[in-house]
């Protein structure tokens, strides 16, 4: 089937044209001009963004990919979670369409998407062990189907991608900060500066990370009081240290969700990182090595659809329609959605 997808959940207008695994077209209409002055995503200025150009990313997709709207099967959004006024633009089109073209709708979770997308991109069998590393996720998963997702431990506080964007501002690079730091990085030493490597000690697979930006702001602010400022070598080393503790906690981290995922004795015992952070060469090559020092298969999206994008939700929706998953027109948007209803709410697991 022939499935089109939407996504206005954050910072990203997309619309993408899937035929089963095959991406007939995928649009992102980034928003990061929009943005940069104020240092962060600003919700109305996002919502508004989404409702000038989702038609426009869905006629972009539809033209690309050589399909007209009445050879689509079904409509597939996200519907969260995330910001409520893109995701509402996003639904309210789909709903549109959907009833217009007499085609089933779908809705989809946002993280799903990110978490089926070594499905789409490497064929993986379920069960798989995912880590979905995001500018606002943080969390281990075994992926058993599309809406059958189990948390082995996740973030207690801050995003590693929040981090790295913090990280960014702090030091006045640009944002997103993953792909700045990344870059300083490159040219510093990782141990020069000595950043904690917070949670290790605790058992299980949660994770911390607020804990590397006071680090960072206390070593900039002690090098700002003794040199009246940063040279481009501190600011390098300080990328280095601070991306090598975030690499190191996630890689035991993820040691021991791949103990715990081994001890079912998957079939196909496969590993996949996913999220924009996973885009990160030195955390990928870590858990690289892990997965094959262990006989795990290891994959990672290419960036294009690690980072926000519609052929995610598109691939995601066709599950979830051949699975007969299909929503009707009470389909709501939903500003927070966890992926394992089991899972203990977020908020209030840290302090
Ligand atoms: P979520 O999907 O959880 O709602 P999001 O949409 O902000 O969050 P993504 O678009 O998946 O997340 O990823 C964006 C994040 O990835 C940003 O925080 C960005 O800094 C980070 N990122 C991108 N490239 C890199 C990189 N090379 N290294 C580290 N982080 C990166
Ligand atoms: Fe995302």
């Given at each position: 089937?022939?499935?089109?997808?939407?996504?206005?959940?954050?910072?990203?207008?997309?619309?993408?044209?899937?035929?089963?695994?095959?991406?007939?077209?995928?649009?992102?209409?980034?928003?990061?001009?929009?943005?940069?002055?104020?240092?962060?995503?600003?919700?109305?200025?996002?919502?508004?963004?989404h409702?000038?150009?989702?038609?426009?990313?869905?006629?972009?997709?539809?033209?690309?990919?050589?399909?007209?709207?009445?050879?689509?099967?079904?409509?597939?959004?996200?519907?969260?979670?995330?910001?409520?006024?893109?995701?509402?633009?996003g639904?309210?089109?789909?709903?549109?369409?959907?009833?217009?073209l007499?085609?089933?709708?779908?809705?989809?979770?946002?993280?799903?998407?990110?978490?089926?997308?070594?499905?789409?991109?490497?064929?993986?069998?379920?069960?798989?062990?995912?880590?979905?590393?995001?500018?606002?996720?943080?969390?281990?998963?075994?992926v058993?189907?599309?809406?059958?997702?189990?948390?082995l431990?996740?973030?207690?506080?801050?995003?590693?991608?929040?981090?790295?964007?913090?990280?960014?501002?702090?030091?006045?690079?640009?944002?997103?900060?993953?792909?700045?730091?990344?870059?300083?990085?490159?040219?510093?030493?990782?141990?020069?500066?000595?950043?904690?490597?917070?949670?290790?000690?605790?058992?299980g697979?949660?994770?911390?990370?607020?804990?590397?930006?006071?680090?960072?702001?206390?070593?900039?602010?002690?090098?700002?009081?003794?040199?009246?400022?940063?040279?481009?070598?501190?600011?390098?080393?300080?990328?280095?240290?601070?991306?090598?503790?975030?690499?190191?906690?996630?890689?035991?981290?993820?040691?021991?969700?791949?103990?715990?995922?081994?001890?079912?004795?998957?079939?196909?015992?496969?590993?996949?990182?996913?999220?924009?952070?996973?885009?990160?060469?030195?955390?990928?090559?870590?858990?690289e090595?892990?997965?094959?020092?262990?006989?795990?298969?290891?994959?990672?999206?290419?960036?294009?659809?690690?980072?926000?994008?519609?052929?995610?939700?598109?691939?995601?929706?066709?599950?979830?329609?051949?699975?007969?998953?299909?929503?009707?027109?009470?389909?709501?948007?939903?500003?927070?959605?966890?992926?394992?209803?089991?899972?203990?709410?977020?908020?209030?697991?840290?302090?």
């Amino acid at each position: 089937p022939i499935i089109l997808g939407l996504e206005s959940s954050c910072d990203d207008t997309a619309a993408a044209v899937l035929r089963g695994r095959e991406i007939l077209s995928s649009v992102v209409m980034g928003q990061t001009e929009l943005h940069a002055a104020f240092g962060g995503v600003v919700p109305e200025i996002a919502a508004r963004a989404h409702a000038e150009k989702l038609d426009l990313a869905v006629e972009e997709a539809l033209s690309q990919a050589g399909v007209t709207l009445r050879e689509v099967d079904a409509v597939a959004v996200t519907a969260g979670p995330g910001l409520i006024g893109g995701v509402l633009s996003g639904v309210m089109l789909a709903k549109g369409l959907a009833a217009g073209l007499g085609k089933p709708l779908i809705g989809v979770n946002h993280l799903a998407g990110h978490a089926l997308t070594p499905r789409l991109t490497d064929g993986l069998a379920y069960p798989y062990l995912m880590l979905l590393v995001s500018g606002g996720h943080c969390q281990f998963l075994t992926v058993r189907g599309p809406q059958d997702f189990t948390r082995l431990g996740g973030t207690i506080d801050d995003a590693p991608g929040e981090a790295f964007d913090k990280t960014a501002r702090l030091l006045g690079l640009p944002q997103p900060g993953g792909p700045s730091v990344e870059a300083e990085a490159k040219s510093g030493d990782e141990r020069r500066f000595r950043f904690p490597r917070p949670l290790l000690d605790r058992e299980g697979c949660d994770l911390s990370f607020s804990g590397l930006k006071t680090a960072l702001l206390r070593m900039r602010d002690a090098l700002v009081a003794e040199q009246g400022g940063l040279h481009a070598q501190d600011r390098a080393d300080l990328c280095a240290g601070f991306q090598a503790a975030v690499r190191d906690v996630l890689a035991e981290k993820t040691r021991r969700a791949l103990a715990l995922y081994l001890d079912e004795a998957p079939a196909e015992p496969a590993f996949a990182i996913a999220g924009g952070v996973a885009a990160n060469g030195a955390i990928r090559a870590a858990l690289e090595t892990l997965c094959a020092e262990r006989g795990v298969r290891f994959t990672a999206p290419p960036l294009r659809l690690c980072t926000d994008n519609a052929a995610m939700i598109a691939y995601a929706g066709g599950e979830l329609f051949a699975a007969g998953e299909t929503a009707d027109m009470t389909l709501a948007a939903r500003p927070r959605w966890p992926l394992d209803r089991n899972a203990a709410p977020l908020i209030g697991s840290g302090k």
